[in-house]
């Protein structure tokens, strides 16, 4: 799987010279967690940056700054972490742990972007394999159990934890 296969295609942008309080409003109406920072340059809209919600609230409210006298390019990551569409799951992961952060910029072998990736859409992604797998162990063991039928139990002895800090038993 790839990240292109998963990335929110929904993009959210806003002026490089537009007020941080026009970036909140802009979160608020799409409810989305962040705004791709562009620029138009040469008849055409080049990303320049990413502003998040996260920014909004550890840098202006966190600080009582004045978001509607602040442009987002004192505050958006810029130039912001992007990704191939091509890429896979795994080095999105590694691409937000090596910088610190939960989106990235996803864009196709031409640089133009076609998505963000989240977090939250990686968890689900990486997490369904796992799942998947603990369901053939369970299913295996059942049907394990259908085959062969269950053992006989003999009453197994109560076995005794020792408190913590104890050296023996």
């Known amino acids: 799987m790839n990240v292109g296969s998963i990335c929110s295609r929904h993009i959210v942008s806003l002026d490089v010279t537009a007020t941080l309080q026009a970036a909140a409003q802009r979160m608020r109406e799409f409810h ?37 006298q602040v442009p987002v390019s004192r505050l958006a990551q810029m130039p912001p972490v992007a990704i191939l569409d091509s890429a896979d799951l795994l080095e999105a992961v590694k691409a937000m742990a090596q910088h610190g952060v939960r989106r990235l910029i ?23 394999p796992l799942i998947g797998m603990v369901e053939v162990l369970r299913r295996g063991r059942d049907r394990e159990i259908a085959q062969r039928g269950a053992l006989a139990s003999d009453v197994q002895p109560l076995l005794r934890v020792p408190p913590m800090g104890t050296a023996g038993w």
């Open 32 to 68: 989305v967690g962040a705004v791709v920072v562009t620029r138009s340059q040469d008849a055409m809209v080049h990303v320049v940056g990413l502003l998040t919600d996260r920014d909004l609230a550890i840098e202006v409210l966190a600080r009582g700054g004045d978001a509607s």
């Open 106 to 128: 996803v864009h196709d072998a031409q640089g133009h972007m076609v998505g963000i990736v989240t977090l939250d859409d990686l968890l689900p992604a990486v997490t369904e």
